[in-house]
């Protein structure tokens, strides 16, 4: 069996050190061509110890590359709800807000298959609710299609975490009518003075 072939099956099995022995054998970790990766297999399957055992510079360039599918590694692990899986790939410095071609990103993934603690960790590592996707529907948009109890509290999560920033900025006071304190002082009269002091 060739090395390329062991580092799949090593991925599939969840192994590290099976992982570990096929690079050494020299297995391709990046993939050709938009083909699916090593790392984006091994973000698919969901262990954190099996993306954490591919070379750390292979991981860091493969990180936001999209595949044949159209996803990156992100995206694969938002949509399997790989909460260990995605906070191990945003560690490494993938962009929570990397679209694919149609806009998708792994906020919205999440939202249309993933699950409510992957949703909120993407928020909290600054997922974008306002990111329009697929037929320009947003991640609160897919959430709320999503006919499935998963679906209505990743809705509810979104809803919250929206008036939450909403409650969150400061509320600009209009100013008064009439002049600022600064043209005030300005408009005041000039004192005139005389040879016995201030008039």
Not at 103 to 131: F, I, W, Y
Not at 132 to 150: K, N, V
């Amino acid at each position: 069996m060739d090395a390329d072939r062991r580092l799949i099956e090593a991925i599939r099995a969840k192994d590290a050190r099976r992982v570990r022995a096929a690079i050494a054998a020299g297995a391709t970790v990046g993939g050709e061509d938009r083909e699916k990766s090593a790392v984006h297999l091994a973000a698919e399957v969901g262990n954190q110890e099996v993306i954490e055992a591919l070379p750390r510079a292979v991981v860091r360039k493969m990180l936001n590359k999209l595949d044949a599918a159209d996803r990156t590694p992100l995206m694969y692990a938002a949509a399997k709800g790989n909460v260990a899986t995605a906070r191990a790939l945003i560690a490494m410095g993938a962009d929570v807000n990397a679209p694919n071609s149609f806009g998708d990103t792994a906020l919205r993934v999440a939202a249309s298959d993933g699950t409510v603690d992957v949703a909120k960790l993407l928020l909290e590592a600054g997922g974008n609710l306002n990111l329009p996707g697929r037929m320009l529907l947003t991640p609160l948009d897919r959430a709320r299609e999503r006919p499935t109890p998963q679906g209505r509290m990743i809705a509810a999560l979104f809803t919250r975490w929206q008036e939450a920033k909403a409650a969150a900025k400061p509320v600009k006071r209009p100013r008064k009518a009439g002049k600022s304190p600064a043209l005030r002082r300005k408009s005041k009269p000039a004192r005139r003075t005389t040879r016995s002091g201030v008039k």
